[in-house]
């Protein structure tokens, strides 16, 4: 039945529940009244198809009209159309002005904005740029949660009031950071939380077969394993086995537990995906297999190995689909020769929730690289390994130790993720080898300069994996001048601004190389202090906050100590002559 009015001490306009398909939705918009004050969280979760979104789009623009600022967020800004095509609805199309803006990727157009006659306003902004809350809105909504990751929900909490909106069943709602690890941190907030769920459905009717069709067909229920089925398996145990289009059609479960455990691993997942897995020509699939279960999978592509004319046109801007890492080092960094050798990139891989930190994802790794691994020679092999994800220090770790280095650092964040994008090579033989040489130099000459630009805001922790995971070596060629201006900061008098140039090529040097093998180790916040003033160029007060120094005296103190034990590793006799005239007694 369907509401037609509001309840009697409803703060929301009649309109928001007369706008409702159902008691569920009602029930939403009531919740979401909650939003009116500070201090509150909403959590709305809903199959496809239950009017969450709408619900949810009704609230903005019930605050809107209030006179609020209300802040939208989504994975995409086609995520939250029909939050703002409700907003607008119950604005008023006279009372309200949008502002919209055309995606050049998918050709659409998306509102942005809306504003609403009294001085509120509905606005959208990307994940990572809401996260800063900035404008201080007075409630945030964000659709489609369990798609993003948790570092940004937790971000943010700090949001006056907000609400989650999330699918229960599909691959926007499959992640088990929403459910279990964000929730929690939720639920210890300072926020009141508040729980809705609809589940009667109005794009179809109740117990409608067209959407449990839809749902089989999408694999929109798809999950892995249940974790008392894959209790006590072991990645030395394992079986690795490919995953062959004709074995996933004949085999649904296995085809359930294989894409299942692939939208787990990643924030964002598409029907194409699933078409992709089971069709498309360059793609394959291997996993670990235990007791019958999949407990690890990962989804490859080939690339490369392309004639001369392909190449060119490639360097030319010409797109060359299924060449991801060959279309950035040709077009991007400007090696016409990078796509001729062949490589194997990995798409996805992942690890059954229950066993994540046991080694299984490092398992099938070495398998992968022991099965294409023959280098140069003919058939299945491949020149080199590849993988580009969203950086983080633990993934940056991870594919490190996996034998992967750093040629790529993106300059731009991913919207939904607000994570800059790494590129890493892992060389199968010489061909490869030659090919990581060239771009891992040049992404060493990149960031000397490139961290003072372009990459002037990434986290200090992915600077330092991503730097830690290069494998050119390091050069540090001073004049004697500078020498005995680095000298002079880190035991005498000196200060870092007679020779930033060579402060930075110690911090690059050292970072690269790492601790080494001798009593050189930089802790922690030495390296951060190194990437923040000293390669980033940031202020050294902001710095000084950052890094918990109690004074900007402190800080610069703390950075002539760092380099001290570069003067070690690195000095020449000259520079050790100079340091004896402030340590000799």
Known sequence: TRPRTAPPDATFPTAAYEACLTADQARAVRAFEALSTPGNAVVVEAD??????SAAGLAAGARALSGADVLVTAPAARNAAEAFARARELAGRDSAADH?????????????????????????????????????????????????????LERLLDAPSIAFCTTVHGYEGSGRGFAVRFRERLLA?????????????????????????????????????????????????ATYRPL????????????????????????????????????????????????????????????????????????????????????????????????????????????????????????????IHAEFGSGDDAGSGVDYFSVGYGATPRLLRFWRRAGYRTVHLSTSRNDASGEHSAVMLRPAGETGEALLDRHAAAFRDRERDGLSDAHREVDADVVRGALRACSAPASVDLTETEWR????????????????????????????????????ALDDREERLLVQKVLQGRKAAPVADDLGFVSTAACMRALGDAYAPLVERYGTELALAERERFTTE
């Open 48 to 53: 496809r198809g239950r009017g969450k979104s």
């Open 100 to 152: 919209t803006e055309r995606s050049a990727t998918a050709g659409t157009e998306a509102t942005r904005r809306l504003d609403v006659a009294g001085g509120g306003r509905v606005r959208y902004l990307s994940p990572a740029e809401a996260a800063e809350l900035p404008g201080s809105p007075d409630a945030v909504i964000v659709d489609e949660a369990a798609a993003l990751p948790v570092r940004l």
């Open 189 to 237: 907030s300072r926020l009141a939380v508040r729980d809705v769920r609809l589940d009667e459905p109005i794009r179809y009717a109740r117990g409608d077969p067209v959407e449990a069709w839809a749902s089989h067909a999408l694999l929109l229920d798809a999950r892995p394993a249940v974790e008392e089925a894959v209790a006590g398996a072991t990645a030395a145990d």
């Open 244 to 367: 062959d289009p004709a074995d996933l059609t004949a085999d649904e479960a296995l085809l359930g537990e294989a894409f299942g455990l692939l939208v787990a691993a990643h924030y964002r997942t598409e029907p194409n995906d699933l078409a992709r897995l089971l069709d498309a020509p360059n793609l394959l699939s291997r996993a670990l297999v235990a007791d019958g279960r999949i407990v690890a999978v990962a989804l490859l592509a080939r690339e490369g190995g392309l004639d001369a004319a392909t190449r060119g046109e490639m360097y030319e801007g010409e797109r060359v689909r299924g060449n991801m890492v060959p279309d950035l080092l040709t077009s991007q960094l400007r090696d016409e020769a990078a796509a001729e050798p062949r490589g194997l990139r990995t798409v996805r891989i992942a690890t059954h929730p229950a066993l994540r930190g046991e080694g299984f994802g490092s398992r099938l790794l070495s398998e």
């Open 485 to 520: 201006s680095v000298v002079g900061a880190s035991f005498g008098p000196g200060t870092y601004d007679t020779a930033p140039g060579a402060f930075r090529d110690l911090a690059l040097a050292a970072l690269i190389e790492g601790d080494g093998a001798d009593d050189a």
